[in-house]
């Protein structure tokens, strides 16, 4: 059973950075694409940052230049580096994952509809304060 835990959220000035970890277990297969997710009050779920093996990397454009994804594989473990918070980063983050081969995860591409994904983590929640 594949589970999901993130943490590293909390409350920050508008500048500042949090780093956020998604601790995955129970895989059963080699590779998965694996992303962060967010939702904010009264608005809709988005992707906010995905990778895969072979596919690289995704950004919603409104955190470009700020946000960095990355995956320690011998640990499982996903990371969200957010610098330069704003306020409308303000949101619910969730960490989620899709086996390769399913929903479009593949080594050419990655699926950025939070449909396409299987696994989800509890979230975790990230304040920026202006």
């Known amino acids: 059973q594949v589970q999901l835990v993130e943490s590293g959220g909390g409350s920050v000035q508008a500048g500042g950075s949090l780093r956020l970890s998604c601790a995955a277990s129970g895989y059963t297969r080699s590779s998965y694409c694996m992303a962060w997710f967010r939702q904010a009050p009264g608005k809709e779920r988005e992707v906010v940052a995905a990778m895969s093996t072979g596919a690289g990397t995704y950004y919603h454009d409104s955190v470009k230049g700020r946000f960095t994804v990355s995956q320690d594989n011998p640990k499982n473990t996903l990371y969200l580096q957010m610098n330069t918070l704003k306020p409308e980063d303000t949101a619910i983050y969730y960490c989620?994952?899709?086996?390769?081969?399913?929903?479009?995860?593949?080594?050419?591409?990655?699926?950025?509809?939070?449909?396409?994904?299987?696994?989800w983590g509890q979230g975790t929640q990230v304040t920026v304060s202006s």
């Open positions: 989620a994952s899709v086996p390769e081969g399913i929903n479009g995860c593949s080594r050419g591409s990655i699926p950025t509809g939070g449909y396409s994904y299987n696994y």
